[in-house]
């Protein structure tokens, strides 16, 4: 029973946990400009860890999703570039918006479709729509970091409602609609029921097929929102804003507790897990460590997290 | 009482055919990639010194692949390969930079390269945890303590070209093909051990169905433990090849290998699932790779799009291999 709790709290533990190493190795860490940094960062990886946490939990992985987000400031910057002017702002806000969300969709159904119909093994199939996206980044704006034309976006990364960012608020919003929807849907209990036993799915009739695509579609989408709160954050496109970014969006994953076997974990883990990372991450800059070193880091977290809820796995 | 023997025979005839055409996709697409090579660049590509080029390149992708291969034979995969070959780089950039031996230099990245695979193999082989995810977190360690030891920058390693040129006693034409020679030389150690002992049937095993192999007494464990830490050991031999052939390079020339040494593999016609295939089939892929980076390079395609490319190359034939093997299991 307490094991329970303390599995079922664990990432707010690992989170905690990492607040205190903050408070103890650092001075002036506890800022609020610190924090909400901190605060929006997450939220912004918190997207694609979403994402990650629907593939994961239905026995897939997708590496593509850093690529997809880095795709979408790109896509962001190119269109404002090309419309501003022509049409009010708000339209070419819009269409900025909606190509972007488009295109990561769109990369997110070729990852399905690989996956799903060609059976290629999630982590090569993937790796395609990484370079898919990646490729398309650079052909777009020739590599070069460009500046958003319309620059009333950038409320979008810096608002702030009371001390809660936009970006972050946004995810809870979002995490809150999906959370229901998989709670009281029928199509959320079908990715239950795929991610629990997918034999069993099938013989349910359910199209266990059919809610993976969906999936890798939705982590798509989630991606390039993440892409477009980066680039209204930080105001500019560019093909690598990203770099990196799934394997972080991963480790995230893995510290909300999901299981990479599938089938368990929750929505609001990877959340959490993010935030510890952020806080990791401004911990080494804080120190004044080389900023080799984080990936280090992250490494090291990645293998002690996947040991820790594997171990678990055994211990069932 | 002969019809069941005529099925079996039958049966078995059309196996051997999808399995020469299984094993021969990569011959043919090595014979026309190698005649749209020669038309696409007008003829520059036969250039001798052209060709010496592409199978120097071949050799490095080939030794990065070997260990590779191994490691998915047995059903998994190694990420890290390419931080691992770029880790070394950076130990011997380290020892070039502090005017140390590069003997000890090239040792002491094998050793490292070796040790790096050896934890992988311990991760892979004591745990739950799945290849792919252990050898991401190596993947990103490793290239983290090559960057923290020399930073992002090129250097220049004479003293490693000069100390691996001496080996073979500074022969310019040995010193020419070294990286082929090496090559060869592991593959023939890596097949002897494959056909003549029982390193090769219990590889297979492993790739094939993991509780059966355990039933029938391989020693599952330590088979993993060992292809990972070859798997390490290769792609350091592998990159002090590249340094050697080069003359110099930076931790993050390692990064192309992972996706160069999978799609060797792939496209020589192994399975990505484990199991079968031979290492004799990587010597296709590694050259074929080759000569499409090289003729790439030479019609100056944009970096981006050749990776664009290679990522093609190999999402197409994991496809056509698995739809084939659907198709020969159904026959």
Not at chain 1, 173 to 180: N, P, S
Not at chain 2, 38 to 53: D, I, K, Q, W
Request: aromatic content about 8%; some cysteine; hydrophobic content about 55%.
């Amino acid at each position: 029973m307490n094991l329970y709790v303390l599995r079922k709290y664990s990432p707010l533990i690992v989170l905690a946990g990492v607040l205190l190493l903050a408070r103890v190795l650092t001075t002036g860490f506890f800022n609020t400009f610190n924090l909400s940094v901190i605060l929006t960062m997450s939220a912004v990886l918190g997207f694609l860890a979403l994402g990650e946490t629907m593939v994961i939990f239905t026995r897939g992985f997708d590496l593509s999703v850093g690529n997809v987000a880095s795709m979408s400031t790109v896509i962001v910057a190119a269109v404002m570039l090309r419309l501003q002017g022509t049409m009010p702002d708000m339209a070419v806000t819009l269409i900025a918006v909606l190509l972007a969300l488009a295109a990561g969709i769109g990369v997110g159904a070729l990852n399905g479709i690989a996956v799903v119909r060609m059976r290629i093994p999630p982590f090569i199939a993937t790796m395609g729509g990484m370079w898919i996206a990646t490729g398309l980044a650079f052909l777009i704006l020739r590599g070069v970091p460009t500046r958003l034309a319309v620059s009333s976006f950038k409320v979008l990364g810096s608002g702030r409602v009371l001390f809660f960012s936009v970006p972050f608020l946004t995810l809870v919003a979002v995490m809150l609609v999906l959370y229901f929807f998989i709670r009281r849907t029928t199509i959320g209990a079908r990715v239950y029921a795929a991610g629990g036993n997918d034999y069993a799915a099938h013989l349910s009739g359910i199209n266990v097929g059919r809610v993976r695509l969906l999936i890798y579609m939705l982590s798509g989408l989630f991606a390039a929102m993440g892409g477009l709160f980066l680039s209204a954050y930080t105001g500019t496109g560019f093909p690598r804003s990203a770099e990196g970014y799934e394997m972080l969006a991963i480790a995230s994953v893995v510290i909300g507790g999901v299981s990479l076997f599938g089938g368990a974990g929750s929505i609001w883990g990877a959340l959490a897990g993010a935030a510890t990372l952020q806080v990791l991450d401004k911990i080494i800059v804080y120190r004044g460590i080389s900023p080799f070193i984080s990936q280090m880091v992250i490494g090291s977290i990645l293998l002690i997290a996947v040991y820790v809820t594997t171990r678990r796995k055994g211990l069932q | 009482m002969k019809a069941p023997d005529t099925v079996l025979v039958q049966e078995r005839s059309s196996r051997q055919l999808l399995g020469i055409f299984q094993n021969s996709t990569g011959v043919i697409a090595f014979a026309i990639l190698f005649a749209i090579a020669v038309v696409v660049t007008s003829g520059r590509f036969a250039r001798p010194s052209n060709l010496v080029e592409v199978l120097m390149r071949a050799s490095v992708i080939g030794l990065v692949a070997l260990g590779q291969n191994l490691v998915i034979f047995t059903g998994g995969v190694d990420l890290s390969v390419g931080a691992v070959f770029g880790l070394n780089v950076g130990i011997l950039s380290y020892f070039a930079k502090h005017g140390l031996d590069p003997g000890l230099g090239i040792l002491v990245g094998l050793a490292a390269t070796t040790a790096c695979g050896f934890i992988n193999g311990l991760m892979v082989s004591r745990t739950k945890m799945p290849p792919f995810v252990v050898t991401l977190g190596m993947m990103m360690i490793a290239q983290s303590i090559g960057l923290t030891v020399v930073g992002a920058g090129a250097e220049d390693l004479p003293g490693v070209v000069a100390f691996v040129h001496g080996l073979v006693g500074n022969d310019p034409t040995l010193g020419t093909i070294l990286p082929l020679l090496v090559w060869i030389v592991c593959l023939g150690v890596a097949v002897l051990f494959i056909t003549f002992s029982r390193f090769g049937p219990n590889l297979f095993a492993i790739g094939g169905k993991e509780t059966a192999a355990i039933y029938s007494g391989v020693n599952v464990r330590r088979m993993k433990l060992l292809v990972y830490t070859l798997c390490g050991f290769t792609a350091g031999i592998g990159s002090t090849m590249l340094c050697y052939r080069i003359g110099g390079s930076n931790p993050l020339a390692g990064s192309p290998y992972m996706l160069l040494s999978i799609a060797a593999v792939v496209m020589g016609g192994t399975s990505i699932y484990g199991g079968e295939g031979s290492v004799f089939n990587t010597i296709i892929g590694a050259i074929t790779l080759s000569i499409l980076v090289n003729v790439m390079n030479i019609v100056q395609i944009n970096p981006f799009i050749q990776d664009i490319v290679m990522g093609a190359i190999l999402l197409g034939f994991v496809f056509i291999l698995t739809k084939m093997k659907q198709v020969s299991e159904r026959a």
